[in-house]
């Protein structure tokens, strides 16, 4: 059974960092082979892409949102992939998700197999 768990949500003032890590378990296929991305979902509003890292080739996309103040990798050793997120914003509020897919990176939430239950990020102003 796949397994995807979040770690690292919490309350953070504007201007300041958080690092949030996804542990993927039970993928049929090696780690290394799955597109892992960060989504996020404010309140009221719909489910929107953040960033995305291919396994094979490690190619990363960003939304022009976060551009140059979060950054995306992965351990595939350790099956873990990674969000550091600086000079934080009230916009960045809210609940992060990881998702996983075979193949490649997409801003579509639909077309991802694996989600894990969402941490929550929280951004004061």
């Known amino acids: 059974q796949v397994q995807v768990v979040e770690s690292g949500g919490g309350l953070v003032q504007a201007g300041g960092s958080l690092r949030l890590s996804c542990t993927a378990s039970?993928?049929?296929?090696?780690?290394?082979?799955?597109?892992m991305a960060w989504f996020r979902q404010a309140p009221g509003k719909e489910r929107e892409g953040v960033s995305c890292?291919?396994?094979?080739?490690?190619?990363?996309d960003y939304a022009d949102s976060v551009k140059g103040r979060l950054t995306i990798s992965r351990d595939n050793a350790k099956n873990t992939l990674y969000l550091q997120m600086n000079s934080l914003k009230p916009e960045d509020t809210a609940i992060y998700y990881c998702?996983?897919?075979?193949?490649?990176?997409?801003?579509?939430?639909?077309?991802?197999?694996?989600w894990g239950q969402g941490t929550q990020v929280t951004v004061s102003s």
């Open positions: 998702a996983a897919r075979y193949g490649y990176c997409s801003v579509l939430p639909g077309v991802y197999n694996y």
């Open positions: 039970g993928l049929t296929l090696p780690f290394g082979n799955y597109a």
């Open positions: 890292i291919r396994g094979i080739g490690g190619s990363i």
